[in-house]
């Protein structure tokens, strides 16, 4: 598992082309959050911490259903929303604020299981967050993920896949995305020891063959290939496969009856 610090080239290219069209938010300290609870009376056993994309905030997740998702499953799940925006990819801090405004937070209230769960640049935060701090994670779930810059993916088509690309690179070369890559590649040879990664996108998406290359380094049934494009109508068909897996907990009833 990597620990170095992100170095600046990878995240200022990731801000650059994520900032392209409108300029980066403060990111602020702490990281705003928007939380929804399964119960108003207990914690429920389970956070789920959704990170949304670089052009999407934190109450899209409400609008486009990701919450009434779990809410009309019964699940008994604690949300929270984060504002992950690109900005946090300018001071190269996203993870380190994942990390200390959501998931140490959330040990420390005692929640049983966390689940990142990341769409687009937010599944690129996501793998990020797996890959230099996976044990402090029950899994991770990754919406149509930014697969990284085009000379990455190209570097490691030309390799002739992930792992050959891991082993000709010697490792990640600091950057968010070649250290993602390069965990995992090396999930390949033990895919038994990753954490719980699951992956899902539209088979038109623009991204496509980068979500076609991970899912060859994740274990048999962990990825998912829906209609559509890169938008909430296939992201949210994803989210809900993910959810009738019965991986969560369904509330208890005295629970269920006092959200009534």
């Known amino acids: 598992m990597i620990r170095g610090?992100?170095?600046?080239?990878?995240?200022?290219?990731?801000?650059?082309?994520?900032?392209?069209?409108?300029?980066?938010?403060?990111?602020?300290?702490?990281?705003?959050?928007?939380?929804?609870h399964a119960s108003s009376t207990a914690r429920a056993p389970v956070l789920l911490?959704?990170?949304?994309?670089?052009?999407?905030?934190?109450?899209?997740?409400?609008?486009?259903?990701?919450?009434?998702?779990?809410?009309?499953?019964?699940?008994?799940?604690?949300?929270?929303?984060?504002?992950?925006?690109?900005?946090?990819?300018?001071d190269r801090s996203v993870i380190r604020r994942i990390r200390e405004d959501i998931v140490l937070p959330g040990r420390r209230a005692g929640y049983e299981q966390i689940w990142l769960v990341g769409i687009s640049l937010g599944g690129l935060s996501a793998l990020g967050y797996a890959a230099r701090h996976g044990e402090e994670i029950d899994g991770v779930v990754v919406i149509a993920p930014y697969p990284g810059s085009r000379e990455v993916l190209q570097e490691i088509a030309a390799a002739g896949g992930p792992a050959q690309w891991q082993a000709q690179a010697g490792?990640?070369?600091?950057?968010?995305?070649?250290?993602?890559?390069?965990?995992?590649?090396?999930?390949?040879?033990?895919p038994d020891r990753m954490p719980v990664v699951f992956m899902g996108y539209g088979r038109d998406d623009r991204f496509a063959a980068g979500h076609r290359l991970i899912a060859d380094t994740l274990p048999a049934g962990r990825s998912l290939a829906l209609p559509g494009g890169h938008d909430w109508a296939p992201w949210l068909a994803v989210w809900s496969v993910w959810l009738d897996r019965g991986l969560l907990p369904r509330c208890c009833p005295s629970q269920a009856e006092g959200d009534e």
């Open 49 to 90: 911490a959704m990170l949304p994309g670089a052009y999407s905030q934190p109450a899209d997740f409400r609008a486009h259903g990701f919450v009434a998702a779990v809410r009309s499953r019964g699940l008994a799940a604690d949300i929270v929303m984060a504002d992950a925006h690109v900005g946090y990819f300018g």
């Open 5 to 36: 610090s992100l170095r600046l080239p990878g995240c200022a290219a990731l801000f650059a082309i994520f900032t392209a069209c409108a300029p980066a938010r403060p990111a602020l300290i702490p990281m705003e959050l928007l939380n929804d």
């Open 171 to 190: 490792g990640a070369e600091g950057d968010i995305e070649r250290e993602v890559w390069s965990w995992l590649a090396a999930g390949t040879s033990a």
